[in-house]
C-alpha cells in the first residue's frame, strides 16, 4: 500500500488531503461555533450551478463552482443582514435554485458528463498539480486569517454585541471569513464532495466539542481530527477498493462514536 507513495497521483492526493484538512478543521470549527451548518449545506449545493453552467459552456468545473458559492455566501449573507429575508429561506431559495440549475445546463449540454459524479461523491486520487497548488495557497490564506483575527472571530461567533462596543471592524471580518468558507467548500469537493462535504466540516468539530469548550482548544483538536481522520480514511480505501471520499467520512463517524462512548464512561 505504502508503494503508492511513489506515484505523482497518490502524492497530489496525500497533499491535498492533508492541506484541506487543516482548512475545513479552522473554517469548520468557526461555521459550528457560528451556527452555520445549515448556511453552509446551502452553499455546497448552490454550487452545484456553477458545475453545470461551466461544463455547458465548456469551462472548468471548479470555476463555475467557485463563482456560484462566492454568490451564495455572499447573497445569504447580504440580504439576511438587511433583514429583507429569513436567513432559513435564503438557504432554502439557493440551495434549490443551484441544484435546479445544475441539473439543467447538464441535461442540456450534448453527450454525457462523466466527470461531474466525482463532485457528487469526491474523487481525491484525481487531483492534478494545480489543484493542489490551489490548495496550498488557501489553507496558507485561511492559517494566517485565523492568526490574524482569532479574537474578532470568537466575539462574532459568540457576542456581537462585544465586538460592536469595541469598534471591532464585524463587516469586514465577516466577509472575509465568508469568502474562505466559500473558497474552502468548493476546494473540498473533490475529497469529498458535494454530498458529503458538509460532513468534514462538522464531524470532527463535534468531536473537538466533547473534549473541550475553549475556542482555541477546539481549532486545534478539530484540525488534528480532520488531518487524522482524513489520512486514515485515504489508505483505508486503497485497500478497500472504495471511494476515499466516503472511506474519510466513515473514518470520521467512527471517531465521533468511540470518542462518544469514551465520554460516556
Known amino acids: ?33 457560528k451556527r452555520m451548518v445549515f448556511i453552509s449545506g ?52 439557493f440551495w434549490s435554485a443551484g441544484m435546479a440549475l445544475g441539473v439543467l445546463f447538464i441535461y442540456l449540454t450534448p453527450g454525457y458528463a462523466p466527470n461531474l459524479l466525482s463532485y457528487l461523491f469526491g474523487n481525491i486520487l484525481t487531483v492534478t498539480t494545480g489543484q493542489v497548488t490551489l490548495s496550498t495557497l488557501l489553507c496558507a490564506a485561511i492559517v494566517l486569517f485565523f492568526c490574524k483575527f482569532h479574537r474578532p472571530l470568537f466575539y462574532i461567533a459568540f457576542d456581537k454585541e462585544y465586538c460592536r462596543s469595541h469598534f471591532i471592524p464585524i463587516a469586514s471580518v465577516e466577509w472575509g471569513i465568508t469568502a474562505l468558507v466559500a473558497l474552502c467548500i468548493v476546494l473540498c469537493m473533490k475529497l469529498a464532495g458535494i ?71
Open 1 to 33: 500500500m505504502f508503494d503508492l507513495l511513489n506515484y505523482t497521483f497518490f502524492q497530489n492526493a496525500l497533499a491535498c488531503t492533508l492541506l484541506i484538512g487543516v482548512s475545513c478543521g479552522l473554517i469548520g470549527t468557526y461555521i459550528v461555533a
Open 42 to 93: 446551502g452553499i455546497t449545493h448552490a454550487s452545484f450551478g456553477g458545475l453545470g453552467l461551466a461544463y455547458f459552456l465548456g469551462l472548468a468545473p471548479l470555476l463555475g463552482a467557485t463563482v456560484f458559492a462566492l454568490a451564495a455566501a455572499f447573497g445569504i449573507s447580504y440580504l439576511s443582514d438587511k433583514k429583507q429575508f429569513k436567513e432559513d429561506s435564503l438557504i432554502g431559495i
Open 195 to 265: 454530498i458529503l462535504v458538509i460532513s468534514y466540516l462538522t464531524i470532527p468539530q463535534a468531536v473537538a466539542g466533547m473534549f473541550y469548550k475553549n475556542f482555541t482548544r477546539q481549532l486545534w483538536l478539530s484540525t488534528l481530527v480532520s488531518c487524522l481522520g482524513s489520512l486514515i480514511g485515504l489508505f483505508l480505501s486503497v485497500p478497500l477498493n472504495t471511494p476515499s471520499g466516503v472511506t474519510i467520512v466513515l473514518v470520521f463517524l467512527v471517531i465521533f462514536i468511540v470518542c462518544y462512548i469514551c465520554k460516556r464512561h
